[in-house]
């Protein structure tokens, strides 16, 4: 499968709410397929389709080789625990830049498989973690709305400086 040109922060769509998911098929399988190439090429663990363009609620998360590849399809949190967790986070749209956020450390996730099917899990940990960045993501919330504005300021000046903004 194809990898996907990546979209630069600050490109507008990556603030863009994305679309509910409603046509299932080859298509659809076939942008999960170009996702999880060029996530795995960009290097990074998470991606949805609106970091290629395309504004619809999918991502694909890649953690490691054991915990293999998981498609989620218009996913919602439906549930997330009280205690938190602080990691580093970035993105592929803004590589070579991370900060810390800080998020519920247990989450239930409600989504739709690659064939339409409903299912819903339990995460915590880094699953958690990346599943709330992909649905911030899905829902328009770019990670650098995550951090205090003096953090976000820096985190946009370092960016600069490694000259990789696109538009």
Not at 86 to 114: C, F, N
Not at 119 to 139: N, P, T, V
Request: aromatic letters at 4%; one cysteine or more.
């Amino acid at each position: 499968m194809p990898i996907r040109p990546i979209l630069r922060f600050p490109d507008p769509r990556l603030s863009t709410p994305a679309a509910t998911v409603e046509h299932f098929g080859a298509n659809l399988a076939a942008l999960a397929a170009d996702l999880l190439d060029t996530m795995r090429a960009a290097p990074g663990i998470g991606i949805t389709a609106p970091h290629v363009g395309v504004l619809q609620r999918l991502t694909v998360i890649e953690l490691d080789a054991a915990s293999g590849v998981k498609t989620y399809v218009n996913p919602q949190i439906t549930w997330s625990s009280t205690e938190t967790i602080s990691h580093a986070e970035g993105s592929v749209s803004m590589p070579g830049i991370t900060d810390d956020i800080v998020r519920p450390h247990r989450i239930r996730v409600r989504y739709q498989t690659l064939a339409g099917d409903v299912m819903e899990e339990e995460a915590d940990g880094l699953l958690s973690i990346c599943l709330q960045h992909e649905i911030d993501q899905l829902d328009g919330i770019f990670w650098l709305q995550r951090l205090s504005r003096l953090k976000r300021e820096r985190a946009i000046k370092r960016f600069a400086k490694l000259g990789k903004t696109g538009g």
